[in-house]
């Protein structure tokens, strides 16, 4: 293989593939990068068994194809600290050689037929979308997705197409992320999946520019995804997911409106007070008025007070105010609704135009 | 007729017509000397248990100082003298008749039994089956008198001299029991015995001195003035001795005091571990469970504690006459004395130092700086002689003094405390001084008093500032003053949820995290059926089930503070503590034991990498926590090394 290319170009692309690459795997040779030089393309693969990209570089001078399968990192840092404008990949007796100028290096390969393969993107249906509508529905649901372990379905991130929208949940079971955008899904039919978030998050990261389209195939065993250059799959996690639509309550009678920015200021600065564990901040509704009150046995207590919108009688909830400040964090607008029930019942906070985020409450004395 | 009956009507010839009818009267009165015979297989077994009855008869008598003399193991010749009050003609004349004793007169006084002995049948026991002679002469007396038995054959009581006091000698014991006398070990295990019965009586018995010599060599002594500790010292050595926690409480006329040891020197068995009631030995199951109980969740469970524990209460509140050798009692008042025991007991046990090895970290450089600076004021005893010297050169005496080829137990005991003295050593020369002169001091607990406060005090200084060491992501690594110590990160993170949560929930304020979607728990039937009556119990700890459908359980809420909860796990576990537990779990029992199972399923795992900031966080809180010594199933959660393990390890002295 040899190949002459623009430096800042395969830099791009070797940054993209080195998100999937594993730096310590037990099958060592994912831990490079395959790259495979065809007519005027240059192709750089890396998988990590789980999630596996193609990142294709047009405008490419070859003057050999063929493929190389080279240290992934070094590559990438390498390419990086190099100062030239074009860079020279070469294979020579069983090395592969990076230049650029007067600068070079030598860098040992491995045979690429113990590399695995990597499937390619030719589904028969597909769904476009707006790469940037994709990634906002990803912040928006995966920062809800469980991290410790426990249900391993939760790890993921539910996907569903239904009634000409596309629909993202997150959930570790004491909080859920819902976000939804209109979607054209034509006449197929679509199962809904679980992403890993990981995987999820990887696939924002090849979307290069958010308002490219790109197109989604959800399979059976796998999620693709296809950009400008780039090809991503996700393995899918095989498991049951809560019955989201269950879980958004309907029946609240409380519901206030309040600033985000200040209902955030105002929740961190009693979550000051808190326990590092258990942390629980009451939300006190009166008329017009919301007090948190945030309690921490041998450390003592804060209290906070804002001006809020409310329908409703008096009442009082509790939440963990990490799981609410997530929430706030994401929000959309300049206004965040609450709605709940009672003290025991969920706590239903909507961020944004198709965007609703439900927290359990925490109870004292059940 | 039956062929036993043949050989009992045998052996009864003496006493039985031989008729001439077949069923004659084949039930008679036995005649005394055979009764005794009797009765002594059963108060009588040994020497040991001569050397016992003996001399709680002394000790009843009084006596401030006895010496025992044995020969051979005692199945020779034993001879207790005492300078108690001493017996008159009248008295010495009924001494070995049986049943008579001077402890009781009248049914009620069976009652409030407040003497060691009361049924008269000891001294009866041993003069039908050894040749025995008192001789006694009480204080105000100016001569005094002497009467002797052999098997059973009481000779007439005739006037001796002698020093105030008695002397009871007990010779060829078993002489005319050849089988009963087969059944003695050898000379070595008998004196154990001995020993072990004297060494007892010793610690029920501060105040009174003892002196026991083998063969005419003395292998165990006591001083009256030596206090509890004094003869723990003496007796088990001076590692133990020096790191005993004094325990000490009162509940109306229940007093309870003497000392705990740490947990590492619990031990299989429960030999260590010694109860005396009123001054009398007891191996009582109840008083055994409740040290036990005491020390549930900081010692491993099979571990048996040690401990020297004195329990006064009125004669009236027990009864002894359940147990032929008074070994066990029957308490009138079980749950108050429970309770209060068991109170009692956790204080002490809070303030013993349960990591591993070594010593309290700090005592050691606490001794090392005092000891040169306070010995000199130490030293002058008020009681006149230094003691410390004269307990030194006792030390030194026992060693040379046991044989070693004929008494491996008294060896053992002499090199424990040559270890012991060893360990000591190395701490600095003026140590033992120190340790001898906090002996001295009465209550025998100061002793540790300032390094309490120093260790306290560093506890306050100490900023966790590292660094920190993580070894395969399951031990952590941190160097203290003086030495370091390993963390088990899973244990602490354990404890310290635990402690967090209990005291949550006597704060009233244990939150609960609801679930989006109950977690269901598949867990049969019968299980169900169990669980069901423990939902409001449960929910008292944040736990909230509910049925779900036939045998299935729905989990609605966890405790706030678990995270990372494995449900299914935490379900199973409860319904095997139920299962254990039987029909009357104790509502806050099991609450304790489900924050333990359920801090056990929801800790950091060995096996997660923690960063600096959370080591030190979960430093900080375990130090806010307080108990932080073991995790709730009692395993330690850290491991403390001094400066003088490592100067061990590597020789370096």
């Known amino acids: ?366 | 007729m039956a062929p036993e009956t043949d050989h009992e009507s045998d052996s009864e010839s003496t006493a039985i017509p031989v008729g001439a009818t077949p069923p004659a009267a084949r039930i008679a009165l036995l005649p005394d000397v055979l009764r005794n015979k009797i009765a002594a297989g059963e108060v009588i077994e040994r020497p040991a248990s001569v050397v016992k009855e003996l001399l709680e008869n002394a000790l009843d008598a009084g006596a401030r100082q006895i010496s025992i003399d044995l020969e051979e193991g005692g199945a020779r010749r034993i001879c207790i003298s005492d300078d108690g009050r001493g017996m008159g003609p009248e008295d010495l004349a009924l001494a070995f008749q049986a049943h008579a004793t001077s402890k009781l007169t009248q049914l009620e006084d069976l009652d409030h039994i407040s003497s060691l002995g009361f049924r008269g049948e000891a001294l009866a026991s041993m003069g039908s089956v050894a040749r025995c002679s008192i001789n006694s002469r009480p204080a105000e007396a100016s001569i005094g008198w002497r009467v002797e038995v052999h098997g059973g054959r009481h000779e007439p009581l005739r006037e001796a001299g002698g020093p105030r006091g008695t002397q009871v000698e007990v010779g060829d014991l078993f002489f005319n029991t050849p089988a009963r006398r087969r059944f003695l070990k050898r000379t070595s295990t008998e004196l154990g015995r001995c020993l072990d019965v004297v060494q007892r009586l010793a610690l029920a018995h501060p105040g009174v001195g003892m002196v026991v010599s083998h063969n005419g060599k003395r292998v165990f002594d006591v001083e009256s003035s030596m206090d509890l500790r004094a003869r723990v010292r003496r007796t088990f050595g001076g590692e133990l001795a020096a790191a005993l926690v004094p325990v000490s409480g009162q509940d109306g006329p229940l007093r309870l005091f003497g000392f705990i040891a740490p947990a590492r020197f619990a031990r299989r068995d429960t030999s260590r571990q010694m109860w005396f009631l009123n001054g009398r030995f007891l191996r009582d199951r109840v008083l055994v469970a409740c040290l036990r109980e005491a020390w549930r969740g900081s010692l491993e469970e099979r571990r048996q504690p040690v401990a020297f524990l004195h329990l006064n209460m009125p004669p009236e509140a027990v009864d002894v006459n359940v147990h032929p050798a008074k070994s066990e009692v029957r308490f009138r008042e079980q749950r108050r004395l429970f309770s209060f025991l068991l109170r009692t007991l956790r204080e002490a046990i809070l303030d013993t130092d349960l990591a591993t090895p070594g010593e309290r970290l700090l005592d050691i450089a606490q001794r090392r700086r005092s000891a040169a600076a306070e010995a000199g004021a130490l030293l002058p005893d008020p009681g006149g002689l230094p003691r410390g010297a004269g307990q030194a050169s006792s030390e030194v005496r026992e060693v040379p003094g046991a044989d070693v080829a004929e008494l491996p137990q008294l060896s053992a005991l002499g090199s424990l405390q040559e270890s012991a003295a060893g360990h000591r050593g190395l701490v600095g020369s003026g140590d033992s001084a120190a340790d001898s002169a906090a002996d001295s001091a009465p209550g025998a607990a100061s002793g540790s008093d300032d390094s309490e406060a120093d260790t306290a005090a560093w506890r306050a200084r100490d900023d966790f500032a590292g660094p920190f060491l993580q070894v395969d992501r399951t031990f952590l690594l941190r160097a203290l003053p003086e030495g370091f110590e390993v963390i088990d990160q899973h244990a602490l993170h354990e404890r310290v949820t635990f402690e967090e949560m209990r005291r949550d929930l006597a704060a009233g304020a244990l939150e609960s995290q609801r679930l989006l979607v109950p977690e269901l728990v598949e867990v049969g039937r019968a299980d169900l059926e169990l669980l069901k009556g423990h939902f409001e119990a449960l929910g008292a700890v944040g736990l909230e089930l509910e049925q779900f459908g036939e045998g299935t359980l729905a989990v609605q809420a966890l405790p706030a503070r678990l995270r990372q909860v494995d449900c299914e796990g935490l379900v199973r576990d409860i319904i095997e503590l139920l299962a254990a537990r039987g029909r009357t779990p104790v509502a806050e029992e099991l609450l304790e034991e489900v924050l333990h199972r359920a801090a056990c399923r929801a800790s950091v795992m060995s096996g997660d990498e923690l960063n600096e900031d959370e080591i030190r966080s979960l430093l900080r809180r375990a130090r806010e926590a307080g108990h932080d010594q073991t995790c709730p199933h009692a395993r330690p959660t850290r491991v403390r090394f001094t400066r003088a393990d490592l100067d061990r390890a590597f020789h370096r002295r």
């Open chain 1, 1 to 366: 293989m040899k190949v002459l290319c623009n430096r800042e170009k395969l830099r791009e692309g070797l940054a993209i593939t080195n998100g999937v690459i594993p730096t310590r795997s037990t099958k060592a040779v994912l831990e490079n990068v395959c790259l495979v030089a065809t007519d005027d393309t240059l192709e750089l693969v890396g998988t990590d068994l789980e999630v596996s990209v193609r990142y294709r570089i047009d405008d490419v001078k070859v003057e050999e194809p063929g493929p190389a399968v080279i240290p992934s990192r070094v590559a990438l840092d390498f390419v990086r600290d190099l100062s030239g404008e074009t860079v020279t990949l070469e294979t020579k007796d069983g090395n592969c050689f990076i230049t650029s100028g007067a600068d070079s290096c030598e860098l040992v390969t491995v045979d690429p037929d113990e590399y695995p393969v990597v499937p390619r993107f030719d589904a028969e249906k597909q769904l476009p979308l707006q790469g940037g509508i994709l990634t906002r529905l990803v912040n928006q649901t995966s920062f809800a997705a469980a991290r410790e372990p426990g249900r391993y379905a939760m790890h993921g991130i539910l996907l569903a197409i239904e009634d000409d929208c596309l629909r993202m949940v997150g959930t570790d079971g004491r909080r859920l992320a819902l976000s939804s955008t209109p979607v054209d899904a034509g006449k197929g039919e679509w199962a809904p999946v679980i992403v890993p978030a990981k995987g999820m998050q990887l696939f924002c990261r090849v979307i290069s520019d958010p308002l490219d389209t790109i197109h989604l195939d959800l399979g059976e065993h796998q999620i693709g995804m296809q950009t400008q250059n780039a090809e991503i799959f996700a393995r899918l996690i095989d498991g049951e997911f809560p019955r989201y639509a269950a879980v958004v309550p309907t029946d609240c009678e409380q519901s206030l409106e309040a600033d985000t920015e200040l209902l955030n200021k105002k929740l961190r600065l009693v979550a000051n007070v808190t326990g590092e564990d258990a942390r629980a901040v009451k939300f006190k509704l009166k008329k017009k008025e919301l007090e948190l009150f945030g309690q921490s046995i041998g450390r003592g207590e804060a209290t906070a007070h804002m001006e809020v919108a409310f329908t409703g009688k008096a009442a009082e909830v509790a939440f963990n105010p990490d799981y609410v400040l997530d929430g706030l964090k994401n929000c959309e607008g300049d206004t965040v609704r609450l709605e709940f029930k009672d003290r025991t019942s969920p706590g239903k906070f909507t961020l944004g135009e198709n965007f609703v985020y439900v927290v359990m409450p925490i109870t004292v004395d059940a």
